[in-house]
């Protein structure tokens, strides 16, 4: 879930190409994130898909006409007018070169076009058509007048297009436009100007170049965290090992394989680093005789030795005791299976931590590989708190909001959704 879209306005343009279908499933997505989507489609994006689909997915009204008026707030309102001074954020997907154009050239010559003049406010566009229209100069051109004003593009991306052939201008997937328009909106918020690395995922350890040693984290952790301090503004880092699910979206990623890897990249990012989350499940040991070939089968027992891995954490934990301040908060995460607690408040204390968060990796419900889990914050004032079983993405929210209020941020002004209900009657 995405509570940062939830109430938002969002005028989600459809212009005319094969890839409108795609925006149903984007519509269907913003829509259940609790979004109110009001679709603007072209004449030309009607002939590609009907508007009844969206208003049947938005439960909105959808606009193709100029001359339609809206009620809005018991009024009698011009469509693009009342559209563009509701919306949070405009989206247009996909957006075809010519409509690209006709936004670079202030053209109002439909109701998409002219909506979009009327309007200030984020704007997310994702191109698409042929690779030679996406190359073109004038429309490289007109992208770059786009991004000079401020707009944000997603793709397009390489891949089968329209006539068949393989090329550069395929619209970007629908949940990665959601996932940068989370981003897009989530601009200006509590975390705004701080950068914040968070790892996750499991190391792999080499054993030879078909085996390695791991363990069972999957990512979904550090990815709910991602998401989370990216929809509250912040520039976000994950750093991670291979993760079982997609990545996010609007983030920086820096994948690595090993806790050698993950140790170099977030030294590599500390000195800009405002606050770091250690959700990684990182080896402790490594096999100390990795070979570059396949180890054969022999009737013989095989040992494999192994040695310490770096400590990330504590030595991010031991340069905050030296001259530099190092990051504002550091937070690690505790996967235990006993002594909880203890165990917990140890690391707290020898990693040099601001807050850890604790969780019973031996519950089914909680920990590796699940979408819930159940976590106990330790921090470094004495203060615990247990919280009941969340999903991670509730979790990684919940976990922001304390990173927020440790930070002073609570009362950060974000812009608030445009209309107390948020509704602009049907027509
Ligand atoms: O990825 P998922 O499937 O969603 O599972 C999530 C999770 C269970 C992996 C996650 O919630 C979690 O608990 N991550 C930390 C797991 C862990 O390795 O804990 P630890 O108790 O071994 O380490 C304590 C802290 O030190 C952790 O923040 C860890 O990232 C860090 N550490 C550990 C070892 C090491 N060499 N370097 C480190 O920085």
Redesign the pocket.
């Known amino acids: 879930m995405a509570p940062i879209l939830s109430g938002k306005r969002i005028v989600l343009g459809v212009s005319g190409g094969i890839a409108a279908y795609k925006a149903v499933t984007l519509a269907s997505r913003l829509t259940q994130a609790n979004a109110l989507v009001d679709v603007i489609m072209t004449h030309s994006a009607a002939k590609f898909v009907a508007p009844v689909t969206f208003q049947g997915i938005t439960q909105r009204s959808v606009a193709t006409d100029t001359f339609e008026f809206w009620h809005d707030a018991g009024r009698l309102r011009i469509g693009h007018v009342a559209l563009a001074h509701a919306a949070d954020l405009f989206i247009i997907a996909p957006a075809t070169a010519h409509t690209i154009a006709r936004l670079a050239l202030g053209l109002s010559d439909d109701l998409l076009s002219i909506t979009a003049l009327s309007y200030k406010g984020p704007m997310l566009l994702a191109p698409a058509m042929e690779t030679n229209m996406w190359t073109h100069p004038a429309t490289m051109g007109n992208v770059q007048t786009l991004r000079d004003w401020g707009v944000d593009f997603i793709g397009p991306e390489e891949g089968r297009l329209a006539s068949g052939e393989v090329g550069e201008g395929r619209v970007a997937e629908p949940e990665d436009i959601f996932e940068v328009a989370c981003k897009v909106i989530g601009r200006g918020g509590p975390l705004d100007g701080l950068r914040v690395v968070i790892?996750?995922?499991g190391t792999r350890e080499p054993i030879d170049p078909v085996r390695f040693m791991g363990n069972?984290?999957?990512?979904?952790?550090?990815a709910a965290l991602a998401r989370a301090a990216r929809d509250l503004g912040a520039e976000t880092v994950l750093v991670h090992a291979p993760l079982a699910v997609p990545p996010p979206g609007g983030v920086s990623l820096v994948p690595v394989h090993t806790?050698q890897q993950m140790y170099a990249a977030v030294m590599e990012e500390l000195p800009q680093t405002d606050v770091l989350i250690?959700?990684?499940?990182?080896a402790?040991y490594r096999p100390s005789d990795s070979v570059n070939y396949k180890l054969k089968k022999s009737p013989q027992q095989q040992v494999i030795s192994l040695e310490r891995?770096?400590?990330?954490?504590h030595e991010v934990g031991r340069q905050r005791g030296e001259a530099s301040p190092g990051p504002q908060l550091v937070i690690?995460?505790?996967?235990?299976t006993n002594d909880l607690e203890a165990n917990a408040v140890d690391?707290l204390e020898r990693?040099n931590l601001d807050l850890v968060v604790l969780?019973d990796?031996s519950a089914p419900d909680s920990?590796?590989?699940v979408d819930t889990?159940r976590v106990t914050l330790f921090e470094r004032d004495g203060n615990r708190e247990a919280w009941p079983l969340m999903s991670?993405d509730e979790v990684a929210q919940a976990i922001m909001q304390r990173i927020v209020a440790r930070l002073g941020r609570l009362d950060w002004k974000r812009s608030q959704p445009k209309a107390e209900d948020g509704s602009i009657e049907s027509r």
């Open positions: 790892t996750a995922g069972h984290s999957t990512g979904k952790m550090g806790a250690g959700a990684a499940a990182v402790d891995t770096p400590d990330i954490l690690g995460f505790a996967a235990e690391k990693k969780n990796v920990g590796f590989a889990n991670k």
